[in-house]
């Protein structure tokens, strides 16, 4: 069954809030909700359409898989508190990581999160707390991306035939499934979420993995992680869509203190897009690639090679994996 899209131009932001909030009361009843919050802006509008609707009967978890940026558990737990709602920080580095062990292949690796985290991770969490409902922030465009077979989105079920109530042992409630990211930010913003959730750049379900390509380990994601950070205050002014760092499987030759340094290369991408369904790079002045590039073959252990990705999506894409 075709998803009927809500465009952002015919958005009523209180009204969908509204139906919404009724909706998820509607359909969870007096039970028990529960969510994983990850700070995008999905999650988050979601997290606040659920606690609007149910209150203290919806439970917020942040899952620190070991693939967040940095400080991203503590961050996200401080802000929500400060709007009213409780997260628990769960630590679950280690069954993610066994997960992604050995793993090359894109596709596989988004099974392993994706797995991983519904099925064993989650799945334990909604045992445990009772609840037959997950609140979760699927939009149209991870929908639209899955189908058409771009890439398996981590959080598309029912829309390729899979039950949730029989894979995982719980119902799938999807309020933001008719809105792209554009129409997710008038209703974040009309939930009184702050402007630095409303428009935060999108951030993918399988996290720093999706970042990495190849084996997905510890000391890859602490290389990626801190050319992430430096990416991001270097580009925050930039006025773009999303921008990255992706750290690439093979080495390249360098040079460091007059010596051969067979090291790693970054790839940089930062996009232009209102939707995410199509994609233009962003035209950075060279004074800024420079000091990045130079930022980063500097503080992020072993990189020789920054590069910055120059193709549109499509045929790129915005994530590298």
């Not at 529960?34 to 609707?53: E, P």
């Not at 040079?255 to 369904?277: H, P, T, V, Y």
Request: glycine share 8%; with cysteine; net charge neutral.
């Amino acid at each position: 069954m075709k998803t009927e899209e809500i465009i952002a131009q015919e958005l009523n932001p209180q009204e969908f809030i509204k139906e919404k909030v009724s909706e998820i009361s509607s359909m969870v009843g007096d039970g028990l909700a529960i969510n994983a919050l990850s700070g995008g802006v999905d999650s988050s509008a979601v997290t606040m359409l659920g606690h609007k609707a149910l209150g203290n009967r919806l439970k917020t978890y942040f899952i620190d898989n070991g693939i967040m940026r940095k400080d991203e558990p503590r961050q996200i737990a401080e802000l929500f508190k400060k709007l009213g709602v409780h997260v628990e920080v769960l630590d679950a580095q280690k069954p993610f990581f066994d997960a992604l062990k050995g793993i090359t292949d894109p596709e596989e690796k988004r099974e392993a999160v994706t797995q991983t985290f519904y099925k064993n991770v989650f799945g334990k969490l909604v045992k445990e707390s009772g609840a037959k409902y997950l609140l979760q922030g699927t939009i149209l465009t991870d929908v639209d991306e899955t189908i058409a077979g771009v890439k398996r989105q981590h959080n598309v079920f029912e829309q390729l035939g899979i039950d949730p109530q029989k894979a995982f042992g719980y119902k799938i409630i999807e309020p933001l499934v008719q809105l792209r990211k554009d129409g997710v930010r008038k209703i974040a913003e009309a939930l009184g979420l702050p402007k630095s959730t409303y428009s935060r750049m999108p951030f993918p379900g399988p996290a720093l993995a999706a970042r990495v390509i190849g084996e997905v380990t510890p000391e890859k994601i602490k290389t990626v992680r801190l050319a992430t950070t430096i990416t991001e205050e270097e580009l925050a002014s930039s006025g773009a869509f999303q921008y990255m760092a992706i750290l690439h499987q093979d080495r390249v030759t360098g040079m460091r203190n007059g010596k051969r340094d067979f090291g790693l290369q970054i790839e940089i991408r930062c996009w232009d897009s209102i939707d995410a369904r199509t994609a233009t790079p962003t035209k950075l002045p060279y004074e800024v690639l420079d000091k990045l590039a130079n930022r980063i073959a500097t503080e992020v252990p072993g990189v020789v090679s920054v590069t910055y990705n120059m193709t549109r999506k499509p045929p790129s894409t915005i994530e590298a994996v």
